[in-house]
């Protein structure tokens, strides 16, 4: 590795590195398995010597037993990067060491290889850049489930699997009495028999016997014994002895039938061979060879020739340059694969091969396809060329070919291509090349994959009168071709993305078409039909239809799929006037049109219909008397209308099991909750003020979603009937000083989810819009595609990672990069079979320009996207990390040999390049992010997450279009993903939209005229005033995450030290106040203080857990809801600001208020309990020092995420007259109090309260008339609405 030799040439402070140098220490593993205590890693005397120089580490040597057991002995190893790996077995007393990388594979050590070494470059390979994060990180016993040693051979858990039967007994090698009888393990596994000493069995001394076509034979002259021998002229012979006549029995009809086998299928893939094994010859029946993933060297036939029964070769990713000419002798071959080597051209022996019927070279070299060789291979039918570097063709004669009958040409760079010469073709492939014309014949063409090309032209000859199947999306044909309006046996034709005006009568009246996809087109209307017509499947969204014909639905009977989405419809065809409906449509979308209630009777006659999109049309009401004719409903989506209630007669929907209808004007729940099948209810931003259920809800019943209806009260009785909900989405009660102290935010967000036709949910989120304790925020999205477990666990833990990344960096691309590799890291064993998507949006100020606005880093792996609506435009920022849409990261791939599947997936497994997971995968997927930065400004208005399925179906422009309008984010984010579901996704979708407020309209400097009490402004009667951890600051959860999930990754770090200056006095200095677009220069670098809770911060939002930090006073957040509150303990008067030299009282230094443009109100504290009163007109200043308390927002925070408001009579008090006299700190209490530890006032008590308190704070005043003296305290203060 070229990092770590040149961070050994510059680090050495100390002298040579050379020489031995190994220092062992045992280790103890301390709680989870393979984790360590990270205080017991090394000693002062072995870190200081690993600090000298960075070509200095460690690796951590595992004893045989740690790949199944839950803890042993685990040696520490302090060394050098040149040190080799026989130094270190010297050291440890052993002969050999093992290397085993994502819990996989283990392979032997040569001696002269370098452990530290190879650590350094594979974490170079990741994506790790600096040296010295290269030593922390391979010094991280975490790294062991990506890379691990051990001094003796690990048993593999898949090897246990595969045990037959084992034993120890004496065991006499050969025929001869020569050898002594010798006790030893004896293992029957899988086809061979295994011998080794019972001190060396997991040293690799062993000797393995093959036992498939060999002999079992019993030993006559010795009792219970058998003679097991192998295949081939130079077989052996080994006696065992069994101490039983039942241990003889068993192991002689267990072995017979081993034996018996006639092994056909022999799989070597991925076992580092160089050489096909000897024992191999003597199976003269293998049919099927799999040699992928070797590293073959076929200088000769390699022994090859004499298999000469095999059919199916596999040499995939072995790279193979040419093969030898003893492989013609194969002539009973059939397939050969040849994909992923480093073939330039088709290999001569192929001619041969006459019996070869499918040639693979997917993933080669090639650059030029040579018709001509394929003539002279009349025997070869199927071609596999994807992933090559075709641009060209080359035709040596006239002359046709046809025995070629499948063409696979894939994901090359063909501009145009002409076939016309393979009279037998049938299929061809040709997706994602550069084609702007393609030319076939049509005599036996039956299938033709064309999509995501340029072409303007497709010419077939003759007409394909045995074609069944054509898609040419994603091109620029500007009409159907003629040719396949005349195919007679045409049932699937895929036209969508392209630029069709319209669409012909006989492609629609076809009597062979079954399904026609003509979306994202240019098509205003449909032809009539004449004729009854087959077609069971139509997709029509996203054009500019008005009006579908008069008699569509009654001459298309079949008809069983309808989606016309994102259309102009403003009415529908009734379905077959004056009879009884024959109709068989069941899913129909319309979704997205301008639909409104005229069009519901026309429904009615789909009496089979169970799947209905109206969303985003223009319906006020749902007639009752029609909605109870669909009684085979199973899923209704109503969201985004002008519906006021759900008829009661949707219980006649007795099928329905989910219902959609957010975004509506709802006012009462509708009566759902007694069908037998319900499972999803999506009411959310609605108007709800009440519900009525049952006592017992349905037992199907998953998820009920009643966010965004504000006026929504629930009892507690009905919040216990609702805890046996697996997934209940309820909003916190809004705070009522909140929306009034500050009109507008910087950023809020909307988050939502949907599971799809799938059973579980593999997107997670995170949300934290006051990140890190500061004016900050974090968003992210993750995606598992097919697990749970890893979304879950980055959500968990990514934000904590990004928190401990920027306290080492400032740069952008450096803390973020490092973010996802640690997280990678983190993921642990999970993390090596599963992988997962990410995105991570950090919104924080500019390093380099404190005096300006905010700058948005993103950085992402996988196929999560974030765009930015900039403008009313979107601007995407995340790169989709795929074969198929990022070329370089494909080629990248391809060139280290991965197997790219048919399906373009790597391995088969994921198409993405860059994952965080799937570790056994590296190095063709890595965890190395994309990252990019860019300031905010004022004209930009949101950012949009997604995961893979939104933006599969929604383009950047139509998403930024359709939620830009809309005020509130959850709606927008509800929004989109009800869009994806409409226009076709069935699998998991999530969105999150973060609607932005960046501008001088969010000032609150006292540079513009704004000015807050400061910290001390209040002075207390008794004693000087020292804020409370727990000053009615509630913590902040996403409402989507559950609370045992949030407790679980408590674990606070936050000082408890607070810098006392000035706090004999009873004042505490305060900088002038800005808000976050104009933030005070810092006099020297803060630290950040890492999280409390996993989700978000735990610590005071007074500014008072940081010695540092600076945050804005008295503003917090819950939830996707930004409270302010008016804490006494942030509050302090304009007159006792530090002015600086020479300042006047009416400079603009001083904050007059005069000096602003913007609007005002007076906040005056009163005697009260629970009320912080507003006013508009002018107090006296004396007045605002008698408050001794503030009015505390705090919700419940339920078991499933949602957050409860209690009542009012629930509100906090604390009075802080008494505070220990401390010159540094504040009086322990806890982070955040439960109500149950609070000082609450019953209603019908707060006045005598009131009372008491005004009397308390009277006679404090006279005992300390000399401290008023001293400091005059403000009478008001301003701040911004």
């Known amino acids: 590795m070229e990092a770590a030799g040149a961070g050994g040439a510059r680090g050495s ?37 690993l600090k000298e120089d960075v070509g200095r580490g460690c690796v951590y040597i595992y004893g045989a037993d740690c790949a199944t057991a839950t803890s042993s002995d685990l040696h520490l190893v302090l060394c050098t990067v040149d040190t080799l790996a026989s130094e270190i077995c010297d050291g440890e007393g052993r002969e050999n060491l093992y290397l085993q990388l994502h819990g996989d594979l283990v392979r032997r050590l040569e001696p002269t290889e370098k452990p530290l070494q190879i650590v350094y470059e594979y974490l170079a390979g990741l994506g790790f850049e600096d040296l010295v994060r290269i030593q922390e990180e391979a010094a991280n016993s975490d790294l062991s489930c990506m890379i691990r040693f051990y001094n003796e051979k690990p048993c593999q858990v898949e090897q246990l699997d595969r045990i037959l039967l084992s034993g120890v007994y004496n065991v006499r090698k050969g025929k001869t009495q020569l050898h002594k009888w010798a006790e030893r393990l004896v293992i029957l596994c899988g086809t061979c028999l295994i011998v080794s000493s019972v001190k060396d069995c997991h040293t690799g001394k062993m000797h393995i016997l093959p036992l498939v076509g060999g002999k079992v034979e019993e030993v006559k002259r010795r009792q219970h014994s058998l003679a097991f021998s192998s295949a081939g002229a130079q077989a052996q012979t080994y006696h065992v002895c069994f101490e039983t006549l039942a241990e003889y029995q068993r192991w002689h009809r267990q072995a017979s039938t081993v034996v018996s086998q006639r092994l056909s299928t022999v799989d070597l893939s991925c076992y580092s061979l160089e050489e096909v094994p000897e024992h191999l010859f003597y199976s003269q029946d293998i049919t099927y060879l799999n040699l992928r993933h070797n590293f073959m060297r076929l200088d000769g036939s390699g022994g090859l020739d004499s298999l000469c029964s095999l059919q199916i070769l596999c040499l995939d990713g072995n790279f193979l340059t040419s093969l030898p000419e003893e492989l013609g002798n194969l002539q009973q071959l059939c397939s050969l694969g040849l994909s992923f080597n480093n073939f330039s051209e088709v290999p001569v022996v192929c001619e041969k091969l006459t019996a070869l019927d499918k040639l693979a070279m997917a993933g080669n070299q090639l650059e030029t396809l040579n018709l001509g060789m394929l003539n002279k291979m009349s025997h070869i039918r199927y071609v596999d060329l994807r992933l090559n570097h075709l641009w060209r063709l080359s035709v040596d004669s006239l002359e046709g070919n046809k025995s070629v009958t499948h063409m696979d040409l894939r994901d090359n760079r063909l501009t145009d291509l002409d076939l016309s010469f393979l009279g037998s073709l049938e299929q061809l492939h040709c997706e994602r090349n550069q084609l702007r014309e393609l030319t076939l014949s049509g005599f036996s063409l039956r299938a033709l994959y064309a999509n995501t090309n340029c072409l303007m032209t497709v010419n077939v000859y003759p007409v394909p009168s045995l074609l069944t199947c054509l898609e040419i999306s994603r091109n620029q044909l500007l009409c159907i071709p003629d040719w396949a309006c005349e195919a007679k046996k045409l049932e699937v034709l895929d036209m969508s993305y392209n630029l069709l005006t319209e669409l012909p009568s006989r492609t629609l009246s076809s009597l062979s078409l079954r399904k026609l996809m003509v979306g994202h087109n240019h098509v205003q209307s449909l032809p009539l039909l004449l004729e009854h017509i087959p077609l069971e499947v139509l997709d029509l969204q996203h054009n500019l239809i008005t009006k579908l014909p008069e008699m569509f639905f009654f001459k298309a009977l079949n008809l069983r799929y309808l989606n016309a989405s994102a259309n102009s419809l403003e009415s529908l065809p009734s379905v077959c006037p004056g009879e009884e409906s024959l109709s068989m449509l069941q899913l129909l979308y319309l979704t997205n049109n301008n639909l409104t209630d005229q069009c519901i009777p026309d429904l009615v006659g789909h009496a089979n219909l169970r799947v209905l999109h109206l969303a985003n049309n223009q319906l006020q009401t749902f007639p009752a008397s029609k909605l109870s004719k669909l009684e085979q409903l199973e899923e209704l989506n109503l969201s985004g209308n002008k519906l006021k209630t759900i008829p009661t007669t949707i219980a006649n929907c007795k099928q329905l099991h989910t219902l959609i209808a957010h975004s509506n004007e709802i006012s ?140 080492q960096s400032n740069i952008d691309s450096v803390f973020m990069s490092n973010t996802f590799l640690v997280s990678h890291r983190k993921l642990g064993m999970a993390g090596q079979k599963l992988g997962s998507s990410a995105v991570l949006c950090y919104i924080r100020h500019d390093a380099t320009d404190l005096a300006g606005s905010f700058t948005l880093t993103l950085a992402n792996v996988g196929t999560c996207q974030a765009i930015l609506c900039r403008s009313g435009k979107p601007l995407p920022l995340s790169k989709v990390f795929s074969l198929e849409q990022y070329p370089e990261e494909a080629r990248r791939v391809k060139e280290q040999k991965a197997i790219i599947t048919e399906d373009n997936k790597v391995n088969g497994v994921t198409c993405c390049t860059r994952m965080l997971g799937c570790t056994y995968l590296h190095p063709w997927i890595l965890p190395k992010p994309h990252v990019y930065s860019i300031p905010l400004t004022v004209q930009d208005e949101l950012l949009l997450l997604g995961n893979k399925a939104l933006w599969e179906h929604l383009s950047y422009t139509e998403a930024v279009t359709a939620v830009r309008h809309l005020h509130d984010p959850l709606a927008a984010a509800k929004k989109v993903c009800t869009l994806a579901q409409s226009y076709g996704c069935q699998d998991n979708v999530g969105a999150m939209v973060v609607c932005l407020n960046i501008g001088e309209d969010s000032c609150t400097c006292e540079m513009h005229g704004l000015t807050l009490p400061g910290p001390g402004g209040i002075i207390s009667t008794a004693k000087p005033t020292t804020p409370s951890s727990g000053s009615g600051i509630a913590s902040e959860f996403s409402s989507e995450l559950s609370a045992s999930e949030a407790s679980s990754e408590v674990g606070s770090t936050a000082s408890d030290e607070h810098s006392g200056a000035g706090l004999d006095a009873g004042l505490v200095p305060r900088p002038e106040r800005r808000c976050s677009l104009h933030p005070v220069p810092p006099s020297s670098i803060f630290q950040r203080q890492p999280s409390c809770a996993t989700f978000s911060s735990n610590h005071s939002d007074n500014g008072l857990d940081s010695d540092d930090e600076q945050p804005v006073e008295g503003v917090m957040t819950n939830g996707s809801k930004v409270e302010v509150e008016v804490d006494i303990h942030c509050c302090k ?17 001083a904050g007059s208020e005069d000096d602003s443009g913007g609007f005002f109100f007076r906040i005056q504290r009163q005697n009260s309990v629970n009320s912080n009163i507003l006013l508009a007109g002018t107090k006296e200043r004396c007045e605002l020092q008698k408050s001794p308390s503030t009015c505390c927002l705090y919700g419940k925070k339920l078991s499933n995420g949602s957050i409860v408001p209690l009542e009012e009579s629930l509100n906090l008090i604390e009075v802080a007259t008494e505070v220990p006299k401390k010159k540094t700190g504040y009086f322990a209490a806890p982070t955040q109090l439960e109500p149950e530890d609070q000082f609450v006032v019953p209603p019908d008590l707060e006045e005598e309260v009131k009372e008491q308190i005004k009397q308390h704070h009277g006679s404090g005043a006279e005992q300390e008339p000399n401290e008023k003296a001293a400091v005059a305290p403000p009478d008001e203060f301003d701040t911004a609405l």
């Not at 140098?21 to 090394?42: A, D, E, Q, T």
């Not at 916190?732 to 939502?752: Q, R």
């Open 13 to 49: 402070r100390t002298g040579s590195r050379g020489g031995i140098r190994v220092l062992k220490r045992n280790m103890k593993c301390n709680g989870s398995r393979n984790c360590l205590n990270r205080r017991s890693r090394f000693g002062s005397r072995e870190r200081d010597w």
């Open 1133 to 1149: 008067g304009k007159s006792l600001e530090p002015r600086p030299p020479g300042a006047e009282e009416g400079s603009p230094a």
């Open 668 to 807: 009462i729940f509708p009566e759902i909750l007694h069908l037998p099948c319900i499972q999803f209810v999506d009411l959310s931003c609605n108007e709800l003020t009440e519900i009525v259920i049952p006592e017992v809800l349905p037992a199907t019943l998953q998820e009920l979603d009643l966010t965004g209806n504000t006026n929504l009260v629930l009892e507690h009785k009905t919040l216990d009937i609702f805890s046996h909900i697996a997934t209940l989405k309820i909003d916190a009660k809004p705070s009522l000083t909140a929306d009034s102290v500050l009109s507008s935010t910087l950023w809020n967000h909307g988050l939502a989810e949907m599971a799809g036709q799938r059973n579980k949910l593999c997107v997670s989120a995170l949300a934290l819009g006051s990140f890190a304790d500061s004016v900050e925020a974090v968003y992210g999205m993750f995606d598992g595609d097919r697990n749970e477990e890893l979304p879950r666990l980055l959500q968990c833990t990514m934000a904590d990672v990004l928190l401990e990344e920027v306290q």
